[in-house]
């Protein structure tokens, strides 16, 4: 399996009558309103097609190097995980889990992380410690990081002792973001604290940080209180190698290669795991197009399998995850992990529906599925592509038999009656759903998606078993509208100006950040005001005007945040940041920096129109550069070494 790298949050810009008692199907369990959801005018756009990710939009990333001489680590043991803990894992249905939360006693407190740390210097001036952590037979672990504080340019690194050829590597300044994410989401705990790593697939895994020159270790406030045991194997040693756990699934259990009718929307599906309270567990997801068909990776899951900002933030994706040919049990050699995380935009009880927004662009050749906003015929032929028990892509086929209205009953059950509601009734001819499958696309005969998994009864032999899927069409009226058909401006086409701007969508304005560029420095210059940019390419011939960088709020309004700014006289620029946290760190630690007040307002996450605006470090002028460009960003990662990836600073807009 292809393993690749973290990438920051993804922002393109603009076009380019049954009564039945049944299981979840996938991960937790939560309480449905079983109502029918409001009518609202209808969207004038309720069908979009599917497009496939470009080979030109998947830019590789340069691996990080290690260091010249890789840290001695120290080491924490962990023991074997009880047999008798792994055995109830799954029982009584609801979650498929994969893995069990574990104390590590050794790491529990910062104080106690913070002696397992033994510090080198670097070439730079900085130092280098690293933990290697070992759960014997693990098939994988993930480290609950419980951070607190970070001193200003840390660097983490995640890589297997046995395989140090991959690296991982995240800045602090982005996992930092992510806990105020989560802080601002409604989770300032220990959950909304700890950045869960990804799971590389072995029993040991070693967290590598590294401080730059000048940082102080008490400045450094992090504990690893937890590790994710994952018990089951999730991946192969090899691509195309024979895996005879692959057969997991029941025998009634179709391979998606084996059936020819949906051979591209497998290409949208993916295999989800991710993180919750530290047991880790796996359900289905699906990429979504938008009706600009932006390459914005949209993505589609259950709302019992990721309901919260925290929970998404643990997401790790697998793609292509499916048979090299039919009934192989042989991995394709396209499978890819993207290991990045996503942003929560939307989840709903109603429709058991969640809308992600990937951290990383989806790999070449991706499909973005697309979807029918209406609802749909009944007695219809409708297909099912999951991932049930975490196995190869499987594929199901049967009939839509009716509505029907749902209800939780306890966790892992629930109840559906009668015929009318946010609910689909699926009677399958071939094939079936399992634990794994939750979230999963229903798609109709014309390949397009109108349906999430919610659950079902199951199994090979059960003649009168059902699933469920959550109603498309009703939880884009409520809400995906906004982010799937957004709202364009009227001097557009007329093929872009039939599309409804939606009522839950608040118009706002937003003002030109120009950005400006010093030939002589090499810094960049951003600013609102257009006679400050005219006056400064006057008198500085140096400077070059390079547009519009991307658009900000003047003022303060409900949802959105201030970016305070900082001048740099050593390199002649600004520097900007949307955390209150590095702000206080900035004033207190680089009295160089004059702070300046609120800049302009940026939005805290990926709300509806707005983008990431990424943020790299040159050390060799001092300042900071800023872009809202994922095609630069990448160019500037790839073939400018000498400045430093930060991450995504904060997100603004690609648009008035």
């Known amino acids: 399996m292809k393993m690749r790298h973290w990438r920051p949050l993804l922002a393109r810009m603009g076009p380019p009558v049954v009564v ?55 080491r924490v043991y962990l023991g074997a995980l009880a047999q008798e803990k792994i055995a109830p894992a799954n029982s009584g249905g609801g979650p498929h889990r994969v893995g069990l939360a574990r104390a590590a006693e050794a790491t529990r407190t910062a104080q106690q992380t913070l002696e397992q740390l ?41 890589y297997r002792q046995a395989d140090r050829s991959t690296v991982l590597q995240i800045p602090g300044q982005e996992l930092l973001q992510r806990v105020e994410r989560k802080a601002l989401a409604g989770d300032a705990g220990i959950d909304g604290q700890t950045w869960w790593t990804p799971d590389l697939g072995a029993h040991e895994v070693t967290l590598e940080l590294e401080l730059p020159a000048g940082s102080a270790q008490a400045a450094l406030d992090i504990a690893i209180p937890r590790v ?58 699906t990429l979504l197009n938008d009706s600009l068909s932006s390459g914005t990776p949209y993505f589609l899951t259950a709302n019992h399998c990721i309901s919260s900002q925290t929970v998404a933030d643990t997401l790790q994706t697998d793609w292509f995850y499916r048979s090299f040919a039919c009934n192989s049990y042989t991995l394709s050699g396209d499978a890819t992990e993207l290991l990045g ?9 109603s429709t058991d529906s969640a809308l992600l927004l990937l951290n990383e662009a989806p790999p070449a050749g991706a499909l973005f599925a697309g979807w029918d906003a209406s609802p749909q015929a009944l007695g219809s032929a409708v297909t099912g592509l999951h991932h049930s028990h975490g196995d190869l892509l499987k594929i199901s086929l049967g009939n839509l038999l009716e509505q029907t209205s749902c209800r939780a009953d306890g966790k892992a059950r629930f109840q559906c009656d009668g015929t009318t509601g946010n609910y689909y009734t699926v009677k399958w001819n071939l094939g079936m759903t399992a634990a794994g499958s939750s979230g999963s696309a229903l798609f109709n005969r014309a390949n397009l ?73 090499g810094a960049h210059r951003f600013t609102l005001s257009a006679d400050e940019r005219d006056g400064i390419i006057r008198s500085e011939p140096r400077i070059a005007d390079e547009g519009i960088a991307y658009y900000v709020q003047a003022d303060a309004r409900p949802g959105n945040i201030p970016a305070y700014r900082f001048y740099n006289p050593a390199g002649g620029a600004h520097f900007y940041t949307s955390s209150a946290q590095e702000r206080d760190g900035v004033q207190r630690d680089s009295p160089n920096l004059r702070y300046e007040g609120v800049a302009w307002y940026v939005a805290p996450d990926a709300a509806p129109g707005a983008s990431a605006v990424y943020r790299f470090y040159r050390s060799s002028s001092a300042t900071h550069f800023y872009t809202i460009s994922l095609p630069e960003r990448d160019h500037v990662i790839a073939s400018q070494p000498d400045f430093v990836y930060e991450g995504v600073a904060y997100y603004a807009w690609t648009s008035p």
């Open 228 to 285: 994710s045991h994952i018990f089951e194997e999730l991946s192969p040693t090899g691509a195309r190698a024979f895996a005879p756990w692959m057969t997991k699934s029941v025998s009634c259990a179709q391979d998606a290669n084996c059936d020819d009718t949906q051979a591209g929307q497998r290409d949208a599906v993916a295999r989800v795991r991710f993180t919750e309270n530290g047991d880790t567990y796996l359900c289905t997801g």
């Open 20 to 74: 039945a008692a049944a299981l979840l199907a996938g991960c937790g369990g939560a309480g449905q309103n079983g109502g029918v959801a409001a009518a609202q005018s209808p969207p004038a756009v309720t069908r979009v097609d599917a497009r496939v990710q470009p080979a030109s939009a998947d830019q590789a990333r340069p691996k990080p190097k290690l260091l010249a001489a890789a840290p001695t680590p120290s």
């Open 449 to 521: 998606v109108i349906g999430m998994l919610y659950g079902g009864q199951g199994g090979c032999f059960e003649t009168n078993a059902f699933d469920y899927y959550g109603r498309f069409d009703v939880a884009y009226a409520a809400a995906l509208r906004n982010w799937l058909a957004p709202p364009v401006s009227t001097t557009a086409t007329a093929t872009s100006s039939a599309v409804a701007a939606p009522a839950a969508a608040p118009v706002s304005k937003h003002l030109a950040v120009y950005r400006l560029y010093n030939g002589a420095t």
């Open 341 to 349: 995380g996503a942003t929560l935009l939307y989840a709903s009880e």
């Open 118 to 158: 033994h510090w080198q210097p670097t070439g730079g001036g900085g130092q280098v410690a690293a933990i290697s952590f070992l759960a014997e037979g693990a098939r994988g672990l993930r480290l609950g990081v419980v951070i607190r504080q970070l001193p200003a340019g840390t660097m983490l690194r995640l």
